[in-house]
């Protein structure tokens, strides 16, 4: 189950209501930060500019791979755990804009997990410590610490430890 807030909107679609949502010039620097941090070969510089700039909780000896973008409204939404892998060209949003409602969720992403390339990371999810998330995977609900899982649908592919969430 995903833990997203929702908010209804009249009128037109919520994309439509996007700048009564989110301040524009808070977009326009975080998408300048998120471009500079998906194409620097750098980890520790990546690291640094989520935290500074886009107050995202990120762990120590984590690692974000080339291109990996982040959600550029709410990236202060998104925590990751300490020596986690973020693999190539991931996305990871904590927002969906809907017809009648947008939603918002945290994306919590504990340690030592490992996410493989050309993940998507869906707003409202908690992947435990230790999941292993194969490449290319919709993570679309929780995954358990210790899991394996993987595809679209995601589906479990070694269960991980017990969670009453």
């Known amino acids: 189950m995903r833990r997203t807030t929702r908010y209804p909107v009249e009128g037109a679609n919520s994309l439509w209501h996007v700048y009564r949502t989110v301040p524009f010039w808070k977009v326009a620097k975080n998408f300048v930060v998120i ?4 194409y620097t070969p750098f980890l520790p510089m990546k690291n640094w500019l989520y935290r500074t700039f886009l107050r995202m909780e990120v762990g120590k000896e984590s690692a974000f791979a080339l291109m990996v973008m ?10 990751v755990g300490r020596n986690s892998i973020i693999g190539y060209n991931t996305t ?15 994306v919590e992403i504990g340690s030592r997990v490992m996410i493989g390339a050309n993940t998507t990371i869906l707003p409202g999810v908690k992947i435990g410590d230790g999941a292993v998330v194969a490449a290319g995977t ?22 991980g430890e017990s969670t009453d969430d």
């Open 35 to 38: 471009q500079m941090a998906r």
């Open 70 to 79: 982040l959600d550029v409204m709410f990236p202060e939404k998104i925590s």
């Open 138 to 159: 919709l993570v679309h609900r929780d995954v358990a610490p210790g899991a394996f899982v993987g595809g679209n649908p995601m589906t479990v592919i070694k269960p």
């Open 92 to 106: 990871i949003l904590a927002h969906e804009y809907l017809i009648e409602e947008y939603r918002l969720g945290d």
